[in-house]
């Protein structure tokens, strides 16, 4: 059952929305004032989830949080009384929308954020007592040390090859570094990641979790190196969560301030290191100019919105070729596969070749599948996945429903298959592992006896 204060306070705000757009049609907004309620309107939204979940217990609510940052961050400045970004298609050579396109997307974005809060509502799951597991955490934290180096090593091999190869933009322009460092090593890699996502979801100490996580924390901060922000603190930030749902715990908001603060200084750091920027290169606020970095998931909506008539005719194209990506590094991806390339394509075809790209957003996306109807839908689907994930808090189907969230609560700057991206990469290992976990302990009980 939803509780009364949760629906009164989504009631509140839609016709709080509804009143705004009737002013629009008499008086249409600027592209300021768009802001401002785009702002407002998210940030009331994400924090009625962080309420309504006792303290952001909920995957929906980093959801919301990233799609803040992602969606909504050109807009912030406007709440400052500064000037919004938000028309700015910000990715290299800078273009502008109309304000009637810029509405267009503050009504979607807003659309979407309270249909993913109405269907993060709707399962009230129950977590489930956490059972005995020791002994098998204590093979997958074996498990975990041993394939270990293996992760290292990538990290380190990749480090050195876009550093001799003119930066992390190498990555995205051919296959060679996954040819180079070896499929040993990828494979172990991926048994690492499999093995830890394992220990975590069967242990159940909690000073064992905190510290390991940690541990686990700092050393696959080594993908830092590569350059690939957004896996590591989408990857961070569902630990947590996770670790709150199994253990007890909220997101208090002095936690996510120090939490916020330290991804903004390792986020700059970064792209200093792999963009190979000065201290000089780097102006404005620190705290809004990480938002309106970010902030330029934005223009992936605001190109589909603008001129939506080429993307349409490839909707369901990018739907299904989406599935293929893993397979495909940038450059040979064909014309009306994916939505990301078409866009860049498009804008910056120069950039695109040098291996720049704006990426995909959910949003545009359902978009071009169905329109607004298709933008309610999916996001209550959303919502609702998001919703029903904290039942899965132990065991196999909890390591592997982690990667399929960590996929989920990306899409504000990725594509709709991401989580079955993340399946393929991390289900078959977290099986394979399971089942020699199994063996294992069968071959150790007949041996005892």
């Known amino acids: 059952m939803l509780d009364r204060r949760d629906i009164i306070i989504a009631i509140a705000w839609v016709l709080g929305l509804l009143f705004a757009v009737f002013v629009d049609q008499f008086s249409p907004f600027d592209v300021e004032t768009a802001s401002v309620l785009l702002s407002i309107g998210t940030i009331l939204l994400t924090a009625a989830n962080w309420r309504a979940h006792q303290g952001g217990r909920n995957a929906s609510f980093i959801f919301l949080v990233l799609a803040c940052i992602f969606l909504c961050g ?36 807003l659309t979407s954020f309270f249909f993913i809060h109405i269907g993060s509502l709707l399962p009230r799951a129950t977590i489930r007592a956490l059972g005995n597991s020791h002994v098998e955490a ?10 270990l180096p293996a992760l290292i090593y990538k990290n380190i091999y990749y480090f050195t090859y876009i550093i001799s190869h003119g930066g992390y933009l190498a990555i995205y322009q051919g296959s060679d570094h996954l040819e180079g460092v070896g499929i040993l090593a990828r494979i172990g890699s991926l048994l690492c990641l499999a093995s830890f996502t394992l220990y975590f979801f069967h242990e159940t100490d909690q000073k064992k979790s905190g510290r390991a996580l940690i541990f686990f924390l700092i050393v696959f901060a080594s993908e830092l190196l590569v350059g690939l922000r957004g896996k590591f603190f989408v990857t961070a930030l569902v630990f947590f969560l996770f670790h709150k749902l199994r253990f007890g715990g909220k997101f208090s908001l002095r936690g996510l301030a120090v939490l916020l603060s330290t991804i903004i200084v390792i986020a700059i750091a970064v792209e200093v290191m792999r963009e190979q920027k000065t201290e000089s290169n780097i102006h404005g606020a620190i705290f809004m100019g990480f938002l309106v970095q970010q902030g330029v998931s934005a223009g992936v909506n605001l190109v589909v919105l603008s001129d939506p008539s080429y993307y349409i005719q490839h909707a369901w194209g990018y739907f299904w070729h989406q599935f293929a990506a893993p397979f495909y590094s940038q450059p040979e991806v064909p014309q009306g596969w994916f939505l990301a390339n078409d866009i860049s394509l498009m804008i910056m075809p120069e950039a695109f070749a040098a291996g720049y790209g704006t990426g995909s957003s959910y949003l545009a996306e359902l978009f071009l599948l169905g329109g607004a109807v298709a933008v309610c839908i999916g996001s209550v689907a959303i919502g609702w996945l998001l919703g029903m994930a904290k039942r899965f808090n132990q065991g196999v189907a909890g390591a592997i429903m982690f990667w399929v969230v960590c996929g989920v609560v990306y899409y504000p700057r990725t594509m709709l298959q991401e989580p079955v991206h993340n399946l393929m990469r991390y289900a078959a290992p977290i099986v394979l592992l399971a089942i020699c976990c199994h063996f294992l302990r069968v071959w150790r009980r007949r041996k005892s006896t």
């Open 74 to 109: 050109r807009a912030f400045p406007a709440l400052l009384g500064g000037e919004s970004l938000l028309d700015q298609i910000g990715f290299t050579d800078g273009y502008s929308v109309t304000p009637d396109t810029v509405m267009a997307y503050v009504v979607l974005a």
């Open 138 to 147: 204590k093979i997958y934290w074996r498990l975990f040390l041993l394939f």
